[in-house]
């Protein structure tokens, strides 16, 4: 079910999303945005382990598995920052002494796995039916040789970019949620990025939106 | 999470259907689910999906030291992995019987059977060899993973090509995939793990589902165990390669007999459909044609919130019967209008009913306690 989001201004890579692609798991989606796809499964609210249980709200538990190879330092540094988006996004406390997992699987790699992997996150909880406060959309964006801002980098423009910004907002306010970066930039580019990406956030939402409305036409 | 226990009725009345020959999912007992194989963009990356069971594999390889008592050959690696993604009850990053079982079956299919060519893989002896590693994600379990898994392994390790090298004095370089063409794997054969669940020590069933596995192992309810799965490792030219049983002994060998002859058939289809994918997939690629995992996305889960057909259906159920009964009831009490519920069960396809919603606004139902009227 591709929905292109083309507008003149912004132009984010083409997105494809599925949904309960897994039998198995409580809500699953994938997703593909231009040659990156992940593959999210959610499963919750879970009985655990007496020790892991919170009496507030629920544990949540999520592991990032790359296609080959061992698990390295890259990959929970990818978990912590997709754990501390979703532990604001859901309404934990609605299940206390209970867990949550998300599972993340890399399938394609080709430039913004992150931002794919935290969108394709939000539709699969979107999927479950789990209780959130708001949704998120993660848009990446890169700072090239010349200062140029660039939304969604190719991976060739990604290796050869002198900065690399990541945003999530929430839908709500579209305040920033989670914002992440490497390299080196100015204020003045930071802030750029960081309205440019706000901008585009919007077409993603409007595809999480379209996503919805063709999949559950009782509602 | 804890593990999901099976329930006595279900279980009972799985051994029944079964011994009366039907399956839950309306196949015959020797009759296998659809397999799907789709390639990803880079060489020896697969998703291989038999029924619902889906496995994702990916072949590896980088350039290590041989072991000491094999100077000039290559090294194989299969590793398998199930993350909570397969099914609620698995941990993350813990070893179960499930992996090593899965593990060491795969390992004796590809490594013990010989059937790549290990030599080949010797860049310098004693110093460089290529080292492949297998990693085998499972995605979703509805049984029968080592099918599938192994399916995935043979495709995969059949698709990997690994970068050309070349030698001069000393130095070894290793050109790019765009310097150089790569280079296929060798595969002296193609063996393929088949798995048959047996009940009741005489049926045998091939390609068990998840129920189907978990029934025949567990013990019935008299006590003591009379099922068990047998794993049937073969290649194209009938060769047995592996047999694992694992469950109670068999006391009848024909029964084992008769699961050779099945897997023989089968295992040919499958090695069949293999080639014939690669074949296609390598064409496209020499078109120059972008193959990636996003072409599986598809629509067919799409609408399964409003509608989705029965997983069950058995092949002796008839829809007209049920219905010819439903009118006679129905002429009985006219006057008692059924209540209009949000979903309708109506018949579709032949053996099978759906689920349809009704479209419209979902509404409020007003409920009153008689105690807070008083």
């Known amino acids: 079910m591709g929905v292109e989001v083309d507008t003149k201004e912004f132009k984010l890579k083409p997105m ?204 | 999470m804890r593990e999901v226990y099976l329930s006595n009725c279900e279980k009972v009345f799985l051994q029944k259907v079964i011994s009366e020959g039907h399956r839950l999912d309306g196949r015959n007992y020797n009759e296998s689910r659809k397999l799907e194989i789709a390639f990803g963009s880079e060489y020896g990356s697969c998703i291989v999906s038999l029924g619902e069971t889906k496995v994702l594999a990916q072949v590896s390889c980088e350039v290590v030291q041989p072991k000491q008592i094999r100077p000039n050959e290559g090294i194989l690696y299969i590793n398998v992995e199930i993350s909570p993604m397969a099914a609620p009850q698995f941990e993350a990053n813990r070893q179960t019987d499930l992996t090593v079982y899965l593990n060491r079956l795969l390992e004796k299919c590809y490594k013990d059977s010989k059937c790549i060519d290990l030599e080949s893989l010797c860049i310098v002896v004693e110093e460089k060899v290529w080292s492949l590693r297998v990693d085998i994600k499972v995605l979703n379990h509805e049984g029968n993973l080592i099918e599938c898994a192994s399916i995935a392994t043979l495709a995969s390790l059949a698709h990997f090509k690994r970068p050309d090298v070349t030698r001069s004095g000393d130095k070894v370089i290793i050109h790019t995939l765009i310097e150089k063409d790569p280079i296929p794997t060798v595969l002296y054969h193609y063996p393929v793990c088949i798995a048959f669940a047996i009940f009741s020590n005489d049926i045998l069933v091939s390609d068990p589902s998840f129920i189907e596995e978990s029934v025949c192992t567990s013990s019935s309810e008299e006590g003591g165990n009379k099922g068990g799965i047998l794993v049937v490792g073969m290649n194209q030219y009938k060769e047995l390669c592996l047999l694992d049983l694992m469950g109670a002994a068999i006391y009848n060998s024909n029964i084992v007999h008769k699961a050779l002859i099945n897997a023989a058939d089968r295992c040919k289809e499958i090695v069949d459909l293999v080639k014939k994918t690669i074949v296609d997939d390598d064409t496209s690629r020499q078109k120059r044609v972008k193959k990636n995992f996003s072409d599986i996305i598809t629509t067919e889960h799409m609408l399964s919130l409003s509608k989705r057909d029965l997983s069950i259906c058995l092949k002796n159920y008839n829809v007209d019967d049920i219905e010819m009964s439903q009118d006679e009831e129905m002429e009985d009490d006219e006057d008692q209008k059924p209540e209009p519920s949000k979903y309708d069960v109506v018949p579709s396809l032949p053996q099978t009913a759906e689920i349809i919603a009704q479209k419209g606004a979902s509404s409020w139902i007003e409920i009153s306690s008689g105690s807070e009227e008083d």
């Open chain 1, 16 to 219: 494809k999303c599925e949904f309960n692609f897994l039998s198995k798991s409580d809500g699953s989606a994938i997703l593909s945005q231009g040659e990156t796809v992940t593959l999210v499964s959610v499963n919750g609210p879970l009985d655990i382990k007496m020790q892991s249980q919170s009496i507030e709200k629920s544990t949540l538990e999520v592991l990032f598995c790359t296609k080959g190879g061992k698990p390295s330092v890259a990959d929970r540094y990818k978990e912590s920052i997709i754990k501390q988006t979703c532990e604001t996004a859901i309404l934990g406390s609605l299940y206390p002494r209970s867990g949550i997992t998300v599972t993340i699987q890399e399938l394609e790699d080709y430039g913004g796995l992150l931002s794919c992997a935290l969108n394709c996150t939000c539709l699969a909880l979107l999927n479950s039916g789990l209780a959130m406060r708001f949704v998120f959309a993660a848009v990446s964006c890169a700072v090239d040789e010349l200062g140029n801002i660039v939304l969604e980098p190719t991976q060739e423009q990604a290796t050869s970019a002198r900065a690399l910004l990541n945003f999530v907002f929430e839908s709500r306010n579209k305040n920033l949620l989670t914002g992440f970066s490497e390299g080196s930039y100015s204020e003045s580019a930071y802030e750029e990025a960081l309205e440019r990406c706000r901008a585009a956030s919007d077409l993603v939402f409007t595809f999480y939106r379209d996503i919805i409305s063709k999949y559950s036409n009782v509602i």
